[in-house]
Each structure stands twice: as C-alpha cells, then as structure tokens.
C-alpha cells in the first residue's frame, strides 16, 4: 500500500517563541530622514566619522530603489512608517547579571538561555542582543586574555574605533544594495568579534538576537575580522515574537579573514515565519559577505533557514587571496505561505581558489523556494575550482522550487561543475521505512533529515540537534 | 542619456528606412506587420539591464545603419557562386528538395522540389500566404510571439514579414526526404537586414525532417533576424536541423518557437559557428500530455565571436519529457552565453526535465556565462540540471604526446571528441558528416597557441 497525503496527521503547532516582553521603550517615531540618521548617531555618542559614514549611506539609500529582481512578492514597503530606534531604558551600569531587567531575564528563561547557567553549563559565550542594544555579555574575561574582542557594537565603536573605522563597509560598502545602504545608515547594534594573529578561539561565539518592541525593524550590522592565522567559530540564532504585521529585519553582516585566517559562521534562523494562512511574519532581507583578503584564508557559511515569510540573503564569499577557500552550506525550508530566494555568490579573484556550495531546499504548502547563486572566476584565478549542487525536495502539489545558478567563467584553467535535481520523497522510501512500522510522519522526518545531512554535519554540535528539530517542527502537517 | 538616444534613433531608422509598410501581402499581413513594428518601435532594443540580455549586448549593432536587402542581381558570378553554395551544402544523390532564400527573397532558380508525397506543400511564403492562406493564418504569428518586451526581434521580424519557407503536411502523411532551407545572404554593398520567417505545420501523426541552413556569400556585415514557427500536432514527429554559418561580420539573431500537442516528438540540432554576433533562442511550449522534446546543440566561437543561446522549455501539461544538451568550445577572446530555462506549470505533474551545459575554455580570454534553471510548480516531477566549465585534460594531452601526436592534432583530437556526443544525436548521416568536417576545419584554422603550449 502506497502511504496516501490523508493518513497523516495534520498537526497545527503555534509558534512556540510567540510573547511579547513589556519593557519601557526608549523608541522614536515613525520616519526617516537624515536628522533622524544623525539622532541615531547622537543617542549613541557616535564619533563624527561614523555620523558622516551614516549620512553618506541615507543619501546613497534615498537614491537607490527596492530590488525587484528576486522572486519574492511582498506588498510595498512604507519606510516611512517604521521606528528606526528602540531600546530598553538603560538604569544603571550593571555589575553582573544579576542587574539585569527581571523582565528580559524571563524572556531569555523561555527562550532556553538561562544566562547564569550559561557560564558553568555550556561552555558558549553568549552576547545577548535585546532589542538593538546589548544588554549583558558573559564569558568577556577569558576572551579577553587572548587578545579577543567580543562586544557588541556600540561598545567596539567606543573602545576600538580603529579596527572599527578600518574594517567598517570594507566588503559590504554602504551603497552596495538598497536593505545594505539602509541599514548602514540606521543601524542600532549588533557584535564585533576581533581575533588577533594566531589565536584560535577556544569556544564558539553566540549570539541570539530578538526582536521585540512593535514597529521596530531590526537594524544588526556584525563585523568579525580574524587577523593572520587566527580561527573564529561563530553561532547566530535567532526568535522572534508573534505578530500580525509584517517586520523588516534588514541585517549587514561583514566578515575579513587575513592570511590564513578562517572564520565559521554559522546560522540557525527561526523567526515568525506568518500563520498558515500567510498572515504576518518577518520580513528577512539581509546582506552578508566575506572576504578572504589573504592568501590561505578560509570562511565558510553554514545556514538553516526555517522562519521568516520572506527570506532573502545570499551569503557571499570574495576569494581575493590566493589559495583562499569559501564555502556555503544551505537548508532552507518553505511551508505555509513563505517564500525564500536564497543562496550565494563566490567570486573568485584569487590564484587556485576553491568553493564549495551544497544548498538544499525544502517547499511544502504554499511555499516558494529559489536558489539564486553566482560563481565568478576572473582571469587572474588560474585554477580556480567550484563545486555547486543544488537540490529541491518538493512536498505538496501547491510549493514551487526553483533554481537560478549564474555561472560566469574567465578562467579557461577554472573547473567549474554545478548540477542540481528536483524531486519529491520517494513513495518507495516511505513505504520501505512505513512497512517496518515507523509512523509516516517519521518517516518523512527520517528522509528529510538525510536529504539535509551534508549541511547539518556542517553545523556545530548544539547547533545541528536544534536545527533538525526545528526542521520537523517546521514540516508538521505538511507531509503529502 | 546619450545610449537611449541612439537606441532610439537606432530603432526608428530601422522601422522606418527600409518601408515595411510597401511589401506586398494580404490586408492581414499588413495589420500582423504593422502590430511588429509597433510593438518593435515601443519596446526599443534589449539592453543587458533586461535580464534575458544580461551578457549579450547590441551596443555593436548601434553604429550601424541597416537597409533593406537589395533583390539579388541576375548576374553570372552570382549564380555560379550560388549553385556551387548550393551543391556545397546539400547532398548531390537522391533528389533532394532545397529551398533557397538569397538576401531574405525565395529563389526558385535555385530551389528544387523533390520527390514528395502527395498534398504535402513546401514553398515560399510570399506566395503561400496568397494560396493557402486558410492553412498559415491560424499559425503564423501564434507561435513565436512578442506580447511582452522580451521578444523585440520576433516583434521586428513579424514587422518586415515578407518571404521565409512554409511547410505543410498533412494528417498522417510521413515525408521520407529532409526538406532543406537554405538562407544565404550575398556580401552587400551596404549593411542589409533580412527577417527570414519560416512556417512548419505538422498535422496529426505526420512526420518530417527539416533542415535549416544559413550561410554568405563573402564575408559581408548583415543583421539576419530569422523567425521559425513549427506547430507539431498530436502524434507528429519533427526533426528540425539549423546550422548558422553566417559572415564572421554579420549580426544573426534568431527565434526558433514551436508548438508541441499531445504525443507529439521533437528534436532540436543547432550547429552554431558562424557571426560576428549570434543569438540562437528555442522557446518551447508542451502544451498537452505526452509530448517529448530533445534540444541539442552544439557552439563555436573564436576570435571576437560572441554566441548567445537562449533555450526556454514550457511543461504546460503533465506528462511531458525534455532534455537539453548544449555543448560549446571557445577559443581566441570568444565569449558564449547559456540561459536554459524550464519551467514546469502547477499542473504539470509527472514531468521529465533534463539540462546539461559543458564548455571547453581553449584560450586564457575566452569566457562563459552559463546559467541554466529549473522553475517548478509542481511536485511530481523529476529535473536535474548540470553544468561544466573546463579545459581539455593535461593527462590526455600528455598521452596522446607521448605517443608522437603533434600538440595542435592532440587538441584536435579531444575537442573533436568532446564536441562529438553532441554530433552522434544527430540522426541524419549526411548533415552529421558535413557538420564533422565543419569542425574539423573549424579546429584546423584554430591559431590561439593555447594555454596548454
């Protein structure tokens, strides 16, 4: 007997992260301009370089119009009708933990991340972003012995503004896109990871952000640098609460590697992707690029990208030293009514450069999944090496999964190879394991999970157990 | 901006210079030329902003101002030069038929009916949309449409619709013999556009082979915008060949668009060698179950050659198959595009959908842009895509060189081989043969050292 789509069982789970946290709100009206821009700045006792850097980006924005070419829809985006700062009131300078608003501890209790516990249980640095501003940072000592920054980014801008000043908009530069320039212009905070020569990092960085207070995109912008030979692993999750209007969350995210540096990045995204009639959700269009800048660098982008009506963000690696190595590892999942159009660019600008890209895509419901990727070798990346490979597992006759590889060669020593399949789960494979008595649902789990396997091994340790399952949490009900 | 402007003055003098308006034709014809123009004149000319033009750009075509073809003297030379073409392209045995279009106009001189079966019509257009226009009407212009911008130059050769080849077979007639079209534009004295369209009609369970040849006279600067509309009705069997040959000056910017019903089969051979400037796009429509098609083709491309192939293969129903396989070789500063699309309908369950792209980088400053997608809606479907970029194999070089084979032969040898899976779909012996001996010459000529010296 061929399982049917009506022997399972369709399970509706509410958004488990679902609360808001009433906290007093520092938060500034609607609308954007550039006094709001230069407001933004003051309130955070910005130097005038960074002001001039904010301003410059807001007149590159107001020129610039929103990207079309994607295959997201979405109704137009009023600007002028979100807050572009928010942050809890700030009491006093804290001591220690035990300073911090009872109100925010309780949010990060349900959000699994006791704070105090984190320290002795985990092992994991924890770099708490509440609603645009830091409000508590942990394990800063050890880090610090090493020579490792690890603040937010208010905080780098106020005790290290040379690195800051030197590496700010070095690879994504303030007018590069429309969501980048708008963000370089407001962004609130976000972290700042500094690992000098020769340090490795002896434990993963993690930061969990939050969006909270209502009407208020989130503007992160992230800077991490390992210098010459050093290694940093860095962990991003994210939750936010339920809402029924759509929010803008529009992040930067830049990462440098020197000679033989390497930086692990790694995401787990989780926010409100809209209630299964397609109402509400964030909307996730974010920029993020790294550069290999020396010879022997390496940086590799992993991603699980579950929540969000829309995604939209294509990690992206410039490989300008030689021997420097990109990587890009995807799942991204569609149920309901979200739309993802996600996926990479690799440009290869150094000698004997490689790149990796695996991208899995999941679209169940009504969802909509692209990969949209780019491989571009120059002519001065004499052997120069990509392998691509994009696969769809399409569940449910409603989804659309499509796939966009741009590959653009100038190397005639490049060997470039990309090959990618659609299907959907094999009635045999489900009979096969439903025959041995594991519940459909199951069995869809146990297959998905296999098909998701190349990338989940990619992802540390903590990371990959949440994520596969918030892959079966994500595909409930969706199995056909 | 200064490049609208001459796009704008481009598009108008092209509209206007060479008088649609006074071809002869039917009152139908004239509405379907004056929508053309109309439409050709509104959209302007595709600029690399359009994402379909992304790596193609016609700024070159700018600079130059485009007559109508002049009719093509009756002199000697002309004739000789034009039966050895001929005779050059087309087998000499078995009676073949042969249509031949000189500067976009049927020569019957030159042309020749052969064996046939009964009530199959092959002839020219001109004379066709006059006698059987009850036949053409239904089709011509249907297929191969330009509603949206994204087909400006089905829009401007629908605009200056005047001659091309039509072929009709009826239901259930099978035509044993391939019917050859032979394009040839004479070295003019001054650039010429030509807008060749060509009509296939197949009628239920029919079948036929048609050859479409483009070829010059000398090498003169030419715009051929050709048009072929092939509607394959059910069951029908459609073996379609182009091979573009055009004058390494010239300009040829084609629309292959064909119309697939229930069971129907189609195979696609492209040989793409010649022009400045080519651009080679097949758009395919499945628009009932059951219907297969293979596009394969193969891409040529040195000194300053560019070629652009643009494949679009719509699964409207289920149960359709199709399977694309494009190879390339480029060598000197060539640049080659691959944009193959296939989209696959909500409803088109059960879909079959193949694509392959492979290139072979000869020289240092010879580029690719490939870019092959899959769109689909469906969830019962099975598609893969793939794609390759390369240089010919250092071991397999250096063993065919240790075996005393000259580098120059050692390259010859496995780009002949690369090239070749391409060639061996191709069914007709004699086109096979002819298109080896192209490749051979063509590698023959390669001068670039190459990387591998």
Known sequence: ?480 | MAGADTARRFVTALTTLQGAQTLPGPSWLQQARADGIARFGAGGLPTPRREAWKYTSLAPLLGTTFSAPQAPSADRPLARDLRGLVQAYHPATDDPTVLTFVNGHHQADHSHIGRLPDKVVVGALRSAAVTHAAALRPHLGAIATFGDDSHAFVALNTGFLDDGAVVLVPDGVVVPYPINVLHVTTRPTTPTAIHPRTLVVLGRGSQARVVERFASLGQGAYLCNAVTEADVGPGAVLQHTKLQNDSERAYHLSTLAIRQRRDSSVTCHLTSIGAALARNETTVMLNEPGASVRLDGLYLARGTQHVDNQLSVEHVAGSCTSDQLYKGVLDGKASAVFNGRVHVRKDAQRTDAHQANRNLLLSTQASINTKPQLEIFANDVKCSHGATIGQLDIDALFYLRARGVPLEEARAILTLAFASDVLERETDGHYRTFAELLLTTWLAQATAPGVLA
């Open chain 1, 1 to 480: 007997m061929t399982p049917q789509a009506n022997d399972l069982e369709v399970l509706q789970q509410d958004y488990k992260y679902g609360f808001v946290t009433d906290i007093v709100s520092d938060t500034f009206p609607p609308g954007l301009n550039e006094e709001v821009v230069r407001a933004i700045s003051a309130k955070k006792g910005e130097p005038p370089w960074l002001t001039q850097w904010r301003v410059r980006a807001y007149h590159s924005w107001t020129k610039m119009a929103p990207p079309t070419w994607s295959s997201v829809h979405h109704p137009p985006i009023d600007f002028q009708a979100i807050s572009y700062y928010s942050a809890p009131k700030p009491k006093k300078k804290l001591d220690s933990l035990d300073q911090v608003d009872p109100e925010v501890r309780a949010t990060f209790e349900k959000l699994g991340i006791p704070l105090e516990e984190q320290k002795a249980l985990s092992g994991v640095a924890v770099d708490a972003v509440f609603d645009s501003v830091s409000v508590a940072t942990t394990y800063k000592k050890k880090l610090g012995d090493l020579g490792i920054i690890f603040c937010s980014f208010s905080e780098a801008v106020r005790e290290h503004p040379e690195l800051v000043r030197a590496y700010l908009g070095s690879v994504v530069p303030h007018s590069d896109n429309f969501y980048a320039a708008l963000n370089s212009a407001v962004f609130s905070d976000g972290s700042f990871v500094y690992v000098p020569k020769g340090v490795r990092c002896p434990m993963e960085l993690s930061t969990y952000f939050r969006i909270n207070a209502s009407n208020t995109g989130q503007f992160e912008r992230t800077l991490i640098i390992a210098d010459e030979g050093a290694y940093v692993s860095y962990l991003e999750g994210c939750t936010a609460p339920m809402r029924d209007e759509n929010q803008l969350h529009a992040a930067v995210v830049e990462l440098v590697a020197l000679a033989n540096g390497q930086i692990k990045y790694s995401t787990v995204q989780n926010w409100y992707p809209g209630d299964k009639n397609g109402k509400g959700g964030i909307f996730n269009f974010v920029t993020k690029r790294g550069k290999c800048a020396g010879d022997h660098a390496k940086i590799s982008w992993t991603q699980v990208e579950t929540g969000s009506a829309i995604t939209w963000k294509y990690p992206s690696v410039i490989l300008q030293g030689d021997h420097s190595v990109g990587e890009f590892y995807s799942v991204a999942v569609t149920n309901n009514y979200q739309q993802a159009d996600t996926g990479t660019k690799m440009i290869h600008l150094g000698r004997n450069t490689r790149s990796t890209i695996i991208s899995k895509g999941i679209s169940a419901g009504h969802g909509q999944n692209s990969y949209r990727g780019l491989v571009r070798i120059l002519p001065r990346a004499t052997g120069a090496r990509n392998f691509s490979q994009c696969d769809s597992l399409l569940m449910g006759d409603l989804c659309g999964a499509h796939t966009f590889p741009y590959l653009e060669v100038k190397s005639p020593t490049a060997q470039v190879e990309h090959e990618a399949t659609t299907s959907k789960i094999g009635e045999d494979q489900l009979f096969y394991l439903r025959q041995r008595g594991i519940a459909t649902e199951d069995a869809v789990n146990l297959i998905v999970n296999g098909f998701c396997k190349t990338v989940f091994k990619e992802l540390p340790m903590e990371f990959a157990v949440e994520a596969q399952k918030l892959l079966a949490v994500s595909l409930e009900g969706a199995v056909g």
